[in-house]
């Protein structure tokens, strides 16, 4: 598995590319340095419904954890765009608290394998 990023969705890919498929609406988070940190999923959305009318919501838990401590929202309405905004926000945030959580080893300080 290639772990490019600094946070990747393992599955996002695959629930982006099955069409929404909501039984793929979930996967793991992990590091670039295959360090399991929790799992991602997405809530409140149906990629059936009338075009505008539903929202949905990216979900954070981190490894150990019981509910999600991070969460996004998004828009149905071009849901391309705030999707992946929402997607770019949640990961931020994953960053953010990583860090916070690791000062000695933050993942912001490492550098991407050559």
């Not at 149905?76 to 000062?103: K, Q």
Request: net charge negative; charged share 30%; glycine share 8%.
């Amino acid at each position: 598995m290639n772990l490019i990023f600094p946070i990747n969705f393992i599955g996002h890919d695959e629930w982006s590319d099955s069409g929404y498929d909501l039984n793929l609406a979930a996967g793991e988070v992990v590091t670039r340095d295959g360090e399991l940190i929790g799992r991602w999923q997405v809530t409140d959305y149906d990629p059936n419904a009338e075009y505008g009318k539903e929202d949905g919501r990216y979900e954070f838990t981190p490894q150990g954890e019981d509910a999600a401590t991070i969460t996004e929202e998004f828009a149905c309405l071009d849901f391309r765009i705030s999707r992946g905004f929402a997607l770019s926000n949640i990961t931020r945030a994953i960053r953010d608290w990583y860090d916070a959580e690791n000062p000695d080893f933050p993942i912001s300080s490492r550098r991407h394998p050559e």
